[in-house]
């Protein structure tokens, strides 16, 4: 189902018909007339990028801009209608978003979307303030980033956590070594022979596992932090801007990786700025504005092009452009600006 919103729109409750939302401030018109009639450019029709994003909005039904927050049995992890406020700023408002096993979610959205408080709040960094977290089945307020894991998520940050000069083996099991005897001896052959076996299962080769991972490619370090989280039995994980530092290679193996975590079947929670490579992989996208869902679509509901137009915000950018062209600016110089 593709839901899109426009505007801020409040969120009236739970599992209300298309009618109850009518009234709703800001979001899609709501008319009950035929959606062809609303639909001024058409999906096949729009030429430019801000063309193709009003007509996918006005080609949404109306009963599809309602919230659609419904448990769904097969979900691993599900946020229904969650809201957190900071104080009295909202970082998040009625975010639905569900994680099923064999499927890449991805979150995108620009500086200040709600990214990062919609990753705290499942790995139990923050707790919601509104609205039910669901994990595998069960309403789940997470108190610490243990309690996360231990329920099945993993999170992979950007900066990883990995130590640059312990060596690759090393770091795959960072905080949960093998020993052996009744010494606590490091099983350091039975740890190097796991690393390589789950690196090699998902494709990651490296030659030298005693190497130190600070020598290793960004890619290769991505590829390490996520086989580990898969290895200690995360079945969700969450990946924090894998691609932001890379180059297009590096990306390449870390996307291609994600599909093998996804084959595997995890639930990819990927959160990116980058549409081109969240629609490589993904199965599912919300894009996230000022803490709302902007849009939810499965793949084969939105086009590259689309998902992108929702990203820049092209309407906005057009108003902008729009604004930088008005021929009325006057710069005035103060006295004390000239020399
Ligand atoms: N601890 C906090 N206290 C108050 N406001 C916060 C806090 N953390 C985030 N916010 C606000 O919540 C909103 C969402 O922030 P968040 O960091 O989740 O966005 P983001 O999409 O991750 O952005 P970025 O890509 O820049 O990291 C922003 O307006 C931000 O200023």
Redesign the pocket.
Known sequence: MIRIKTGQPEKPGKGGAAGEHAELPGSLPVDGTDATKRDAVSRETAETPAEREKALIDSTPAGRATSDDVADPDALAQLLDVGKA??N?D??RGVDLTVRPGEVTCVL????????????IMSGLHDYTSGTMLVAGDERHFSSPRQSLASGIATVYQDLALAPLQSVWRNFFLGNELTRGPFGVLDIKKMKAICGEELTKMGIVIPDLDRPVGGLSGGQKQCIAIARAIYFGAKVIILDEPTAALGVKQSGVVLKYIQAARDAGLGVVLIT?NPHHAYLVGNHFVV?K??RVALDASKDEVSLDELTAQMAGVSELEALEHELRKDDVTVSTSPLDVD
């Open positions: 900071y104080g700023v970082a998040l959205g620009d500086n200040g979307a709600g990214k990062s408080t919609l990753i705290k700025h996230l000022l803490g």
